[in-house]
């Protein structure tokens, strides 16, 4: 791949074509972000319907620019609704409602745009200088350092993504018995398709998806609609010190380049996810700041913390899908999905078969960031107003579109029993509070993990001393067997001192 | 901000509408097409089906998309179609190999007679392949007498016929194999590349490395010696008295309109007399275009089998049945 090929991939991605798609994107996550209740997840899984129509570049370009877009968007409606877009703006609002009630609400909402958007581009910038010389590291692994590497990806997940270790680890379980379903790589048995032909090359990715994701999540929302309604939004006055100068932007800024390294960090290890990653950019900002009680009143710099670290996990989380096939947020996750609907295997394969599709995503990715900023600044008003479209009309209208986006597949009556069944499989697996992210990575990536273990086995010949001449796989053996140990521990010492509080209560 | 949401609602229910099938038979097609490749993406088969479905989608004025069903050697894509109503809108485009051992060797839902075979364009280049600084080098008869010294010496498969060969060689000559079992040309190239695994069946990725030397041919799986590695024996040079030449073809449900299989064979070979499908193929993928209209394709594909029947019966069944 040489740098003319670089240039030319930057050239396509500024095409008006590919940049109006782009644009698409990023305007329809940025509304979705505003709207509260309805969430990354929820959009992407939606539109990966839509994207049948589109070329494979302007398919995964448009959702990058999508999931991108809810991140900035989620802040419109933390900072004038107090109520976060998406779950991960929930540190915004620490900051950033305050601020909207004393008279500021524009410079809070620029606060927000500029953290996000220099979040986003910084966090894409390092995604590219690391995923390809991970890809091409990755590429020389064998199926013994995959399969190793998939374990412990697992496991980290499971406990990483919040709530107790046990139930991810069953989260990952089942998510494995789905990815199991189909013909066997080797024999070619039927394994649990109950004599459905349909289930013969698996348990079609997009019902499970709009299922568990999307329609699951509107009956949570028609759940909580019932029970809590109103809320009042700020209006964005004509008030004219109510802007940003150029000053308190400045100052912002170291705050923001912290913020986006810590959620850089916590992106590019699988399982953590944004919401994790604002809080503790907050945090840090909290405590490192000359005036730790400002925050909270209406601090900028407490919006600006947030907001540059929930941005950056985003296209962080892209670095172990791009260098080792490992999705490791949900984001990523249905990413892998609609790679797959449109024939691309994603991961460090990508670097040798579709490089310039790679560099061409990439410069996408940093068009998107450029939109980001220029549909944010533009729209401040518009975005503010959508902030009051009522939950009933987005429930209903998501709920046609999911239902809409299984027949456009063809799946036909098969495809809607299985996106209810997966719907109410998801409304659970929410109420009890088992870690979805576990479930939909551990159900992607369980062929990839079965080939490359099965491969090992028969390889090797069942010889378990084979590990000894591959250090790399060796390690990760080690590193999940400690895992696994630590976290049952904490897991066990958890569940020791619940049950002394308990008599006490 | 309504308007937005309204508009993907009329935007999505306008796509939903094109996708159930309000089509009506004499304007084939009316609606968007769905080529299946039976094998993952990145390999030979599916590059090949890309540029297909690109010029498909000139001549038929639809979009053609492209779908990977990977699975059981291609069979998971075939016995899909083989359920398939929808006249034509969703075709297959695989190797001849899937549907004329397809069902010899497994239990599958359909057979050679499930289906019509729209047309023949490429004629296969499959091979036994091997990776660079192997201990045997890149010679077959060199690889037989190191595998014969060496028990273990491993080999990936992705295909069921590959697999029978490969077994049927194995007893005619004494070995031990590890068999490890791949889906398509990118789940074999790193195998391969990596030097985890000593040979392996190769439907096409080879003649990508034709130039570098990475993938070097230990045996021509077609009629005739390949174009790329002349220096290769076939298999039948090598003394093992089997045919298993393989044919690209592209294939539709039994129930299919002659109108549409017309059609659809009308832009078939408006593609092999495409550049870019030419390029493609005999450039990148080393293969040579050709031209097999349905009924000489049937022909063809009919005698393989009663090739692979009696082979099967020589051998006094399948080998690896038992597992």
Redesign the interface.
């Known amino acids: 791949m040489g740098f003319d090929a670089i240039l030319g991939s930057f050239a396509a991605a500024f095409h008006y074509e590919s940049i109006a798609i782009i644009l698409g994107g990023v305007l329809?996550g940025y509304?979705v972000g505003v709207i509260p209740g309805l969430n990354r997840a929820v959009a992407i899984a939606i539109a990966i319907?839509?994207t049948?129509?589109m070329s494979a570049y302007a398919a995964i370009a448009f959702l990058i620019g999508l999931s991108k877009g809810t991140a900035a968007g989620s802040a419109v409606s933390a900072i004038l609704l107090n109520t976060p877009g998406e779950p991960s703006s929930a540190a915004t609002c620490l900051d950033g409602y305050p601020m909207a009630s004393s008279g500021k609400p524009r410079k809070a909402l620029k606060v927000g745009l500029l953290a996000s958007v220099i979040g986003d581009l910084l966090a894409t910038l390092l995604l590219i200088a690391v995923a390809i010389p991970f890809a091409s590291v990755a590429?020389?692994?064998?199926?013994?350092e995959l399969a190793a590497i998939l374990i412990f990806a697992l496991v980290f997940i499971a406990g990483m993504a919040g709530g107790s270790f046990l139930k991810g680890l069953a989260a990952g379980g089942m998510g494995v018995i789905l990815g199991t379903v189909?013909?066997d790589?080797?024999?070619?048995a039927m394994r649990l398709t109950f004599g459905y032909?349909?289930l013969?090359?698996g348990v079609p990715i997009l019902p499970l998806v709009i299922g568990t994701l999307a329609l699951a999540e509107m009956f949570v929302q028609l759940d909580e609609y019932r029970r809590n309604k109103g809320g009042s939004v700020i209006k964005l006055g004509k008030n004219t010190d109510d802007d940003l100068s150029y000053r308190e932007f400045k100052g912002t800024l170291p705050t923001i380049f912290r913020s986006t390294g810590v959620g850089a960090f916590v992106g590019a290890l699988p399982g953590l996810g944004p919401s994790v990653g604002a809080f503790m950019a907050y945090g840090l900002a909290k405590r490192t700041d000359k005036d730790p009680d400002s925050f909270g009143k209406g601090n900028p710099k407490g919006i600006a913390a947030a907001e540059a670290s929930d941005n950056a996990v985003i296209p962080a989380s892209y670095i172990p899908l791009f260098g080792l096939g490992i999705p490791g947020s949900v984001s990523a996750a249905l990413l892998v999905g609609a790679f797959?609907?449109h024939?691309?295997?994603v991961g460090p394969?990508m670097l040798r078969?579709?490089p310039e599709m790679l560099f061409t995503l990439f410069s996408g990715m940093i068009v998107a960031s450029l939109l980001m900023l220029a549909v944010g600044w533009y729209g401040l008003r518009?975005f503010a107003?959508?902030t009051s479209?009522p939950a009933h009309?987005?429930i209903s209208?998501v709920i046609?579109?999911c239902l809409?986006?299984i027949?456009?597949?063809?799946y036909g009556t098969f495809g809607l029993v299985t996106v209810f069944v997966f719907a109410i499989f998801g409304y659970f697996l929410k109420k009890f509070d088992y870690s979805f992210v576990t479930f939909l990575v551990a159900f992607i990536v369980t062929p990839m993990l079965e080939?490359n273990l099965?491969?090992s086995v028969?390889?090797s010949?069942g010889d378990v001393a084979i590990l000894l001449q591959r250090p790399i796989a060796l390690a990760f053996v080690i590193f999940t067997a400690l895992l696994v140990l630590h976290l049952s521990w904490s897991a066990y010492r958890q569940w020791l001192r619940k049950r002394l509080k308990a008599p006490e209560a | 901000m309504k308007m937005t949401l309204l508009g993907s609602a009329l935007l999505a229910s306008a796509v939903a509408l094109a996708g159930t099938g309000l089509a009506q038979a004499d304007d084939f097609p009316s609606k968007p097409l769905t080529l299946v490749v039976g094998w993952g993406a990145g390999g030979s088969t599916d590059i090949q089906a890309r540029v297909l479905a690109d010029i498909m989608t000139e001549e038929l004025g639809q979009p053609v998309n492209v779908v990977n069903q990977p699975g059981a050697g291609g069979g998971v894509a075939l016995a899909r179609l083989a359920n398939s109503r929808d006249e034509g809108y969703t075709f297959v485009f695989g190797t001849s190999m899937t549907i004329t051992f397809g069902p010899l060797s497994s239990e599958t839902t359909y057979d050679l007679d499930d289906f019509r075979y729209v047309a023949g364009v490429t004629l296969g280049q499959s091979a036994i392949v091997t990776g660079e600084d192997r201990p045997f080098g890149d010679s077959w008869e060199d690889l037989v007498a190191y595998a014969q010294e060496n028990p273990g010496t491993s080999y990936a498969t992705q295909t069921a016929l590959d697999r029978m060969i490969i077994e049927y060689i194995a007893q005619q000559e004494g070995l031990d194999l590890r068999i490890v079992p791949t889906s398509g040309g990118a789940g074999m190239a790193p195998l391969i590349l990596s030097g985890d695994v000593d040979f392996a069946y190769s439907g096409g990725t080879h003649s990508g490395y034709a130039d570098t030397g990475e993938m070097p041919v230990l045996l021509s799986l077609a009629e005739d010696r390949l174009v790329a590695f002349p220096d290769a024996p076939t298999l039948q040079e090598a003394g093992y008295d089997i045919n298993a030449a393989e044919i690209r073809v592209a294939m539709v449900p039994q129930n299919t309109p002659d109108a549409h299989v017309e059609r659809l064979a009308e832009a078939l070979k408006a593609a092999t007399e495409d550049e870019r499908f030419i390029e493609i193929t005999e450039e990148r993928i080393l293969m040579p275009v050709t031209w097999m209209p349905e009924d000489e394709v049937t022909q063809t594909l009919s005698d393989q089998v009663e090739g692979y029947k009696a082979l099967i019966e020589e051998l006094g069944g399948l080998p690896g049945e038992d597992e």
Do not use: C
């Open positions: 329809l509304i319907p839509l049948f129509y590429l020389k692994f064998g199926p013994y189909g013909l790589p080797e024999t070619g032909a349909e013969m090359e797959m609907i024939g691309i295997q394969l078969d579709h518009l107003k959508v479209v009309i987005v209208v046609f579109l809409a986006g027949q456009v597949q063809g080939m099965r491969q028969i390889l010949g």
